[in-house]
């Protein structure tokens, strides 16, 4: 075992949280922006970030950590197991609340009364969860594994994330990824995106969540 040598599967993992990570940010700034009646719903926005986040975290990078890294770090480390059956539940209750997220984000696209509140609540909910979800990760379970996995664990870790093919998104998947990546980038409004900004025309006379409602 060696704890200094740096692993790609290790990398790949760090960095998808990075880019989970900045998705989450844009959704929470944006919301909040909405919701102070700074900037109207982007729309094409949020449906990039719900398609990313059902997409990539809960059927492409997940499946990884419980398939290979999950049960590697358990064989090592018997401690570690506690947190890895909440991270795997976290995993699954991921799959139901950005489905979720998807059906309140067209209800308030079609106008449906109380929508825009529901959803709002939803995502701030998610966003939460999300957040303490890779904390765990990254500090219970990311040194973990550098410590007390072999480099045979390593390899075999390697090649699952750094496979280009997977059987579900078909060939080199992370370029997809990536590329649904850079569109939020590029759509989403400034400054959390290099989109332009639509801001509300009477501010003022918009109703705010939570405020003047009994």
């Known amino acids: 075992m060696q704890a200094a040598t740096r692993h790609r599967a290790y990398d790949i993992i760090r960095n998808e949280h990075r880019a989970i990570a900045a998705v989450i940010h844009c959704l929470e700034q944006i919301l909040k922006e909405v919701r102070e009646d700074e900037l109207d719903p982007p729309f094409d926005v949020l449906d990039l970030v719900i398609r990313y986040l059902a997409e990539f ?11 290979y890294l999950f049960p590697a770090v358990a064989r090592r480390d018997a401690a570690a197991a506690e947190v890895i059956h909440e991270l795997q539940e976290q995993h699954e209750d991921c799959v139901r609340k950005t489905a979720g997220l998807a059906s309140l984000l067209a209800a308030w696209k079609a106008g449906k009364a109380g929508s825009h509140e529901a959803f709002d609540q939803a995502a701030k909910s998610y966003v939460a969860f999300q957040w303490e979800h890779i904390r765990l990760e990254e500090t219970k379970i990311l040194p ?6 072999s480099q045979a664990d390593w390899r075999m870790i390697d090649t699952a994330f750094g496979e280009n093919d997977d059987p579900i998104f078909g060939a080199n998947p992370q370029a ?4 649904l990546f850079r569109k939020i980038v590029a759509t989403a409004p400034a400054p959390w995106g290099l989109g332009a900004r639509h801001e509300p025309k009477r501010a003022s006379t918009r109703s705010k969540i939570g405020v003047g409602r009994k």
């Open 57 to 67: 975290p809960d059927q492409f990078h997940h499946p990884k950590e419980d398939d």
């Open 144 to 149: 973990v594994a550098r410590e007390a996995l």
């Open 176 to 179: 997809a990824f990536n590329g």
